[in-house]
């Protein structure tokens, strides 16, 4: 009866946070474009079928990922082994993003459009090796209780630097691929394991400390991507026939579609579940707690996503896709502009990655912050960073100038930031881009450079997740430092 009822709690929550996006269609559909969708039927059931998927992983998250990850951060701090707790984040890092959906997605997308001068294996092995490296040295900050900052204005001046070396045909690829792994089982984990590994350890603070794993993951690919595609575009286009990279277009259906989805949902879960079993049993030699409860966890995990894959493309992809393309075919561009807005807050507002991270954030901070405030202001910033980004494709500008601008002002916002906010501003920005929000603005930035003349679909078509990343990192930065400057005012005008 308990797990009922915490379902229910969670299942209505999901169809608030839903809200937003049905509002967004609908506006749109009936007053804007003044027209009856062909698939309302399927768009309501995908809906609730995303809404039933969100409930079971969260459901799925508190039994399992949550505890499991905080019960290994403690056992590890206890052990007081170091390197031990740095290969375990190198794995856990590698292993939750070789295998991440969105990732093999892009490098798809990317090794067809470069017509083969992007190996997709290759781009993907290069992220899992990034994130597994910049997860192990932010355990070790967090262990030795470095401040985030410096790590984050050090590797932003890199981030910009190799921007400007770098090819126009790799940005916003790198600045992508980046965005894209941080994904909806791996954000809370991290996160998880940062958070536990400072709540175990002696003066550290959970929310200063235990946040900026996540950040570190999304900023390091994207250096290593930019200098991938400075080798890789430096030479020759390689001659390689295109039907080689043509991919088979009969997809199965019915009941097989369904299993091999299902399956695919097992297998990106798998690495991280392996990865946890080995430094359990095998390296701790330690049993988990309730491995029952774990198990149904995990269980809930897996199905959760699946229900929440299969709502997205029966329910949303198939209108978002034909509601882009008829507001291409519009008078001017405004529409599209305040489509992109609109999309972005209320995609991101449904995030279940960014739902997990506000509850966690509220928790670390014991009563400083507000869950659904932070949400707010995120959700916000990825509306302001989608326009922005979707400005520059219809204006042609490059990619290079507006990218390295906008780290500009998150390195001089974090220098003046207070201490606490600048972690978890930087694990926001990364939360953003998960599975509600990278299939929809991948495919409405692909989309602008189709019918744009002129336009180029590697150069311009990808691009739009790193906007959707740098400017939450904006919106909960100056949030904090309005409400500090605020603070310190009512302090003054008290002691007047």
């Known amino acids: 009866m308990t797990f009922l009822r915490e379902f229910g709690h969670a299942l209505a929550h999901a169809c608030k946070n839903l809200l937003p996006i049905v509002a967004v269609v609908l506006v749109f559909q009936f007053i804007v474009l003044r027209q009856v969708p062909d698939d309302g039927l399927s768009m309501v059931i995908g809906l609730a079928i995303v809404a039933i998927g969100v409930a079971l992983f969260l459901q799925g998250l508190e039994l399992s990922i949550f505890p499991v990850g905080k019960s290994l951060s403690n056992q590890f701090a206890r052990k007081g082994s170091v390197w031990l707790l740095i290969a375990f984040g190198f794995c856990l890092g590698f292993s939750a993003v070789v295998a991440e959906p969105a990732l093999i997605a892009v490098a798809e997308q990317a090794q067809t459009i470069s017509e083969g001068r992007i190996d997709g294996l ?13 997860v192990a040295l932010g355990v070790f900050r967090t262990i030795m209780g470095y401040p985030i900052q410096w790590f984050m204005i050090i590797g932003y001046i890199l981030v910009v630097a190799v ?11 790198a600045y992508d691929s980046g965005g894209v792994t941080t994904n909806i089982v791996t954000v809370p984990l991290i996160a998880a394991l940062g958070i536990g590994l400072a709540a175990s350890i002696r003066g550290r ?18 250096i290593t991507v930019q200098i991938y595609g400075i080798i890789v575009f430096s030479q020759p ?10 991919h088979d277009t009969a997809a199965p259906t019915g009941a097989l579609a369904m299993l091999l989805d299902l399956a695919s949902m097992v297998r990106d879960v798998l690495p991280i579940i392996l990865t946890i079993l080995f430094f359990q049993y095998i390296v ?26 299969v709502g997205l493309k029966i329910g949303l992809f198939p209108i978002g896709t034909s509601m882009a393309d008829q507001l291409m075919a519009l008078d001017g561009y405004l529409f599209v502009y305040l489509f992109a807005f609109a999309i972005g807050f209320a995609t991101t507002m449904a995030e279940p990655a960014l739902i997990a991270v506000g509850q966690q954030a509220e928790e670390a901070a014991a009563g400083k912050l507000n869950g659904n405030a932070i949400r707010i202001l995120v959700a916000f910033g990825v509306a302001i960073g989608i326009t922005i980004g979707v400005h520059r494709i219809i204006d042609g500008g490059s990619m290079h100038y507006y990218v390295m601008g906008g780290y500009v002002l ?7 930031a207070p201490k606490y906010i600048i972690a978890l501003a930087y694990d926001l920005g990364g939360v953003t881009t ?20 002129g336009r180029n679909i590697l150069i311009d078509g990808f691009g739009l ?22 603070g310190q005012l009512q302090v003054k005008r008290a002691d007047a």
Do not use: Q
Not at 122 to 134: E, F, I, M, N, P
Not at 290 to 304: A, D, E, H
Not at 435 to 453: D, K, S
């Open 237 to 246: 286009a390689p001659d390689i026939d295109a039907s080689l990279l043509a």
């Open 465 to 486: 997740i790193a906007f959707a990343s740098i400017f939450p990192i904006v919106t909960v930065m100056i949030y904090a430092i309005a409400a500090h400057v605020w």
């Open 434 to 453: 998960s599975e509600v929000t990278v299939p929809l603005v991948t495919a409405l930035g692909i989309g602008l450079a189709t019918n744009i003349e």
């Open 410 to 416: 998150v390195i001089f916002l974090t220098i003046i």
């Open 284 to 309: 701790l030699k330690r049993n988990l707690a309730n491995p029952r409860k774990v198990t149904f966890g995990f269980i809930l995990v897996i199905f959760g996503l699946y229900a929440f894959v």
């Open 163 to 173: 921007t400007y070396f770098a090819p126009e045909e790799i940005v916003g690829l």
């Open 122 to 134: 290759t781009l993907r092995l290069l992220v899992a090796l990034s994130v597994g490296c910049v």
């Open 205 to 222: 603070n959970p929310l200063m400390d235990g946040f900026g794993l996540v950040a570190l993951a999304v900023m390091v690919p994207m």
